[in-house]
């Protein structure tokens, strides 16, 4: 196990961490910026305020927007919910007929959302391979077996770190579909992640940069952030952000100017055809260096950042942020600014444990000594232990809630990796009772497993964690969790190789029984592609990249209900689970049988079990090139002990 002291003391950039003046250079303005929402591309601006002055407000309901919001999405995800459950087979049972007797009453319509978990490209491209299966728009997904729409049905779509590159980068593109991702950048765009970021974009497609450039490119963009002339101050995921926006952003240069908060202007999403993105980070409160499950989570969505947990309790518009908030108001000499929620940078900061991997540039020799003195500089100002951080100075919260808010008295905000509290899940924000959801697809493509078994594979960590929260009273807050067995029930009764539902009966959750949402766990296995990689693999060729999604599509389905006839179908009856309880509705017998499959019946199987060896349950995809070399190189760095018990080192 290496920790970050480990690396740093191996590394050069401790020698130079004392070098003088960092070198600047003067900002280039990027006249090919492909969209225009952020004031200044990168470096956050001051804007005209908006009629009411931006304010943080309380975290007892929804945001307005979100309110107003919900008044389009929940009805039109009636049809695409009556198209997917009227393909599948409910023996006798009208489905459609079912939505459609509902009418338009929300409170009756079930409410679905979908969770992608972190584990670095490993959960992007799992993650991918699940959201395509959902997906109406992917090609053969509304084919019989098939569960295509259930991303049409959905009102909420979480992702955090690995998870949160997937989510954000589709909609930082348009709402665009995996398919025609993969499909449409083999000249180079996005998702060309044979190119690690230390490397750079491949150039072609949209990008036309060399190597030097693109260094010089990240540099600049930060560093006309850190001038921008409001004490913004810069951490290693801006860097990192930045970085990853040049495979995740489908516009030049990595779409400096691309706000998490113009999501609200995209057309499918303004007009509720697609669902909510929300991306998840930890707070890090000032002086904690080990993340705790009691910390507080903090969701981004297109409206606003902030918590329901009564830690804040608070939250603040994301287009606003950077301005400099204090006792919940803006003060009138305060002027409003607006670009700090580059997406890039959310991104970077759901993912913030893998910002060190930035720090590998300094080993690269084409990389600019002024890049190197700024990754240097920071190191000094922040300091060894807390380099996974994301800084986000203003603090909106600041003086807010001063009895529950740790970071009530900090100029500074730091964020961190949405799994660092081990929930690698993102089920905050879709168990909170106000957003009444009643299902949530969860992926899991955790990193669990270690040997003697094969690692790299969940085991239910995630849900434990987020169980275990939900347990106890001082941070869960109303929100309720199903009951979670043990990892080694898991693995004993097989519950993380195949879909497994729970919180079947709707009164056994950890409170309030009437919210508890129902779990479809969806664990990533081995179906035609051992996608068990490590999470530090930071290059994937795109057969590789190809081979993962296809395997992940393969879980979702069950290889197109080819491993049990009545998948399908079975995911509708856990679509309609809870509505059926709602409005009293008769379960169809084809839907008990499903629960009886499917639901954890609350057997324990605590023993150790013997190592976890998945076999493939279909035919093996052949990845090797036909001259058989190359393999990607796997490059690992050291993560702090703290993490390690959730991520596997390489
Ligand atoms: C909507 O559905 C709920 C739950 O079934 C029911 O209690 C309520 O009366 C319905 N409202 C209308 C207007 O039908
Ligand atoms: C975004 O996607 C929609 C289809 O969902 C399309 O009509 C629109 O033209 C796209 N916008 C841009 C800017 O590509
Ligand atoms: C990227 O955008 C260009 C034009 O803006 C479009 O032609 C291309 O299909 C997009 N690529 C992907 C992968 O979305
Ligand atoms: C932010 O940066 C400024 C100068 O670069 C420094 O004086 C200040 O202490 C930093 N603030 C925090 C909270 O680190
Ligand atoms: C519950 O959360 C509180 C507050 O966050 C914390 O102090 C306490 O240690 C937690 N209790 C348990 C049993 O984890
Ligand atoms: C979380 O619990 C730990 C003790 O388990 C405590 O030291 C810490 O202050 C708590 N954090 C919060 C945010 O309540
Ligand atoms: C959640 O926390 C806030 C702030 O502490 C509190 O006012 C509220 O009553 C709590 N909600 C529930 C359901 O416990
Ligand atoms: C499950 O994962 C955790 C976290 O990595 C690990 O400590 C534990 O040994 C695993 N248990 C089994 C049975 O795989
Ligand atoms: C399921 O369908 C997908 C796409 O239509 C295909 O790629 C995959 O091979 C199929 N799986 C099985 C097991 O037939
Ligand atoms: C519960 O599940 C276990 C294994 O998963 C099975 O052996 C047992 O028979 C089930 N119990 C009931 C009451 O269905
Ligand atoms: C019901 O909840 C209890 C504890 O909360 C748990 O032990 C039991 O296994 C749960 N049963 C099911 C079927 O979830
Ligand atoms: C792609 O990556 C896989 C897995 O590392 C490797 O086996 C294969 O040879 C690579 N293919 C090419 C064309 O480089």
Sequence with gaps: MKTVQHLLAASALTSLASSSAVARREYDDITRRATNQAPNGYAPAKVDCPST???????NGLSNE????LKKRRPNTIQPMKDLLGRLDFEGFDAAGYINKLGENTTALPNVAI???????????NGAGNLAAFDSRTSGSTEKGHIGGLLQSATYIAGLSGGGWLVGSIYANNFTSVQNTISHNEDGAVWQLGNSILKGPKTGGIQLLSTVDYYKNIYDAAAAKENAGFNFNLSLTDYWGRALSFQLVNATDGGPGFTFSSIQDDEDFKNGNAPMPILLADERAPGETIISLNTTNVEFNPFEMGSFDPTLYGFAPLKYLGSNFSEGRLPDNEPCIAGFDNIGFIMG??????????????GQDSVPKFLKDALTGILSTIGDGSNDIADYTPNPFLDYNNRSNPSAEGERLTLVDGGEDGQNIPFNPLIQPIRAVDVIFAVDSSA??????????????SLVATYQRSTNATIQNGTAFPAIPDQNTFVNLGLNNRPTFFGCDAQNATTDAGTAPLIVYIPNSP???NSNVSTFQMEYNNTERNAIIENGYNVATQGNSTRDDKWSTCVGCAVLSRSFIRNNQDVPSVCQQCFDRYCWNGTVSSEKPAPYFPQLVGKAINVQSSSGKSTPSLI????????TSYFTMC
Aim: aromatic share 16%; net charge negative; glycine share 8%.
């Design 115 to 125: 969770a992608f978990s972190g584990g670095g490209y490993r959960a992007m491209t």
């Design 527 to 529: 179906y035609v592609y």
């Design 448 to 461: 669990d497993t270690v040997p003697d078994s094969a690692a790299n594979w969940p085991n239910g960590t």
């Design 636 to 643: 690992c760095w050291g993560v702090a002990a703290f993490i």
């Design 66 to 69: 979100e309110t107003e919001w």
């Design 53 to 59: 002055r931006p304010s943080i407000r309380v975290a």
């Design 349 to 362: 900061t759901s993912s913030s444990l893998f910002n060190q991997f930035i720090l590998q540039l300094d």
